[in-house]
């Protein structure tokens, strides 16, 4: 009875994270009925509502797009409605700028979340826009990411209060043959 209740809260609260969310509306709609994924044992991972993370989560809906980019949800997990994948097209004319509001300066663990198959990029170029400068990571998105296999770590890096800092996945570099993923990022405030 309680595993049932929880299934069903659980349920409620994708349910109730869906009702409330908006896709970007300049993403392409997602193909895929609702339901068809291609990995049902990773759907458990999906976060549904942001606001349960820790630190400050900028999710694909509140992102800056450039050039097109396709909703999904078949291959969980993912945060929120679903994610983004550059349909592997326009390769280095694509990217979408994930921007916070800080409340405070500091420094924050930089995490990116993508789901992860065959068919992903193995050179994402990401840049990190912070206090001190740029960073630029090159990621691997075939790899499970370590943080509840949704969320890889960029970096740690110093910001200051407000919008001054972003995040910024693009396609630029990346196979012909293989999606980008962006999805959301999250900043998580540390010690230092």
């Not at 206090?131 to 910001?159: C, M, S, W, Y």
């Not at 693009?170 to 999606?179: L, P």
Request: aromatic letters at 8%; one cysteine or more.
């Amino acid at each position: 009875m309680i595993l049932r209740l929880a299934s069903l809260m659980i349920l409620f609260g994708v349910v109730m994270a869906a009702d409330v969310l908006k896709p970007h509306p300049k993403a392409v709609a997602n193909i895929h009925p609702p339901g068809e994924v291609d990995r049902p044992d990773m759907v458990k991972f999906v976060v549904s509502d942001s606001a349960m993370l820790p630190g400050i989560v900028v999710d694909e809906v509140d992102a800056e797009l450039v050039g097109e980019w396709q909703y999904s949800t078949h291959t969980p997990p993912y945060v929120g409605l679903g994610y983004l994948h550059d349909m592997k097209a326009g390769k280095g004319s694509k990217s979408v700028t994930f921007t916070p509001t800080l409340p405070k300066s500091g420094w924050y663990e930089v995490r990116l979340a993508h789901c992860y198959n065959v068919r992903r990029s193995t050179k994402t170029p990401v840049t990190i826009h912070h206090a001190d400068g740029e960073a630029k990571v090159i990621i691997n998105q075939q790899q499970e990411p370590e943080h509840g296999r949704l969320f890889r770590t960029l970096g740690t890096f110093r910001f200051e209060e407000g919008r001054a800092g972003w995040v910024r996945v693009s396609n630029e570099g990346t196979e012909a043959d293989k999606v980008v993923i962006a999805d959301a990022v999250q900043f998580v405030p540390v010690a230092k």
